[in-house]
């Protein structure tokens, strides 16, 4: 991402929220009440716009012909990633780490993290903007803990040690978006910290089929989904073979629980109307358990 600005892809995923959101109520995945207000006064606007059925249906189609299988994607993947969180912290997960949180707002909507501390590790151009953006949204800033890094650069558990992270107490962590934009040595830093956690912590997180950036002919959309986030600055650079993560997760402490791409989690929420879905199949969202110190 460029280093003044905060990050377009937190703006994209806070507007497919916001338009989920407009979905009639026996339709919507999750209701995300303040995602509009983390959008930028255009989108902002169309979020508003999505309210009327007409403009949602046209709004909702041109995306997905610009990103094919993105919205359905990352409303999908986001109710997987509330429901697996959510259980981590019914399990006995006692504090909670978002990792390139960007403009998450499961601080504020999902109950089980109620009365849980919440730390909220960006980029600090990002930080800033979702700082700038939490009366718009309704949101009380003192909600979360920030913590401002380059993941490329700063060493996460000194950064979260500054601001009272406990990696002794059982911990939910979540990196949603992030790993396909850093290096190899970066994601593999993360993976080995999140595996050195208390026995019983969660490790939820996405990447990228790594095939996609060799061959990206092989999946629906995605030539063209690569040259949009290229030309928006953040092109993408990193991904996992899935039949290799397994052993690597293992061999850093960790077990999987699941490793879901877009096609099966559009199954799980959509149903039906999945079969009709197509595109980000390459995507793909991991549930993972600390296991080492049992």
């Known amino acids: 991402m460029q280093p003044a600005r905060s990050s377009r892809t937190a703006e994209v995923m806070a507007l497919i929220r916001a338009l989920e959101t407009a979905e009639p109520q026996d339709r919507r995945l999750f209701t995300d009440p303040f995602a509009a207000g983390f959008l930028a006064p255009p989108l902002r606007g169309l979020a508003r716009a999505a309210a009327l059925p007409v403009m949602r249906r046209l709004l909702c189609r041109y995306l997905d012909r610009r990103l094919p299988g993105a919205r359905s994607s990352g409303s999908a993947r986001t109710k997987l990633i509330d429901d697996w969180g959510s259980a981590h912290v019914a399990a006995g997960a006692r504090q909670v780490v978002l990792l390139g949180a960007g403009f998450d707002t499961r601080a504020w909507r999902l109950p089980a993290f109620?009365?849980?501390?919440?730390?909220?590790?960006?980029?600090?151009?990002?930080?800033?903007?979702?700082?700038?953006?939490?009366?718009?949204?309704?949101?009380?800033?003192?909600?979360v803990i920030a913590v401002t890094l380059d993941f490329d650069r700063v060493a996460l558990?000194?950064?979260?040690?500054?601001?009272?992270?406990?990696?002794?107490?059982?911990?939910?962590?979540?990196?949603?978006?992030?790993?396909?934009?850093?290096?190899?040595?970066?994601?593999?830093?993360?993976?080995?910290?999140?595996?050195?956690l208390a026995a019983g912590s969660g490790f939820i997180f996405t990447y990228i089929d790594a095939a996609v950036l060799s061959d990206p002919g092989r999946f629906v959309g995605?030539?063209?989904?690569?040259?949009?986030?290229?030309?928006?600055?953040?092109?993408?650079?990193?991904?996992?073979?899935?039949?290799?993560?397994?052993?690597?997760?293992?061999?850093?402490?960790?077990?999987?629980i699941e490793d879901l791409g877009a096609d099966q989690y559009r199954a799980r929420y959509f149903g039906g109307r999945a079969g009709s879905l197509h595109g980000y199949a390459f995507y793909r969202a991991v549930n993972a358990r600390v296991d080492r110190h049992a």
């Open 114 to 143: 109620a009365g849980l501390p919440v730390f909220e590790v960006d980029h600090p151009a990002t930080a800033a903007a979702k700082r700038r953006r939490f009366s718009s949204a309704g949101l009380a800033g003192a909600r």
């Open 157 to 196: 558990p000194d950064a979260l040690g500054r601001a009272g992270f406990d990696p002794a107490r059982r911990t939910l962590v979540i990196w949603e978006g992030v790993t396909n934009y850093l290096t190899a040595e970066a994601v593999g830093a993360v993976i080995r910290w999140a595996g050195s």
């Open 222 to 256: 995605a030539p063209a989904i690569l040259r949009e986030v290229a030309a928006s600055g953040e092109p993408w650079t990193f991904g996992f073979d899935p039949a290799a993560l397994p052993p690597y997760l293992g061999e850093r402490g960790l077990t999987l």
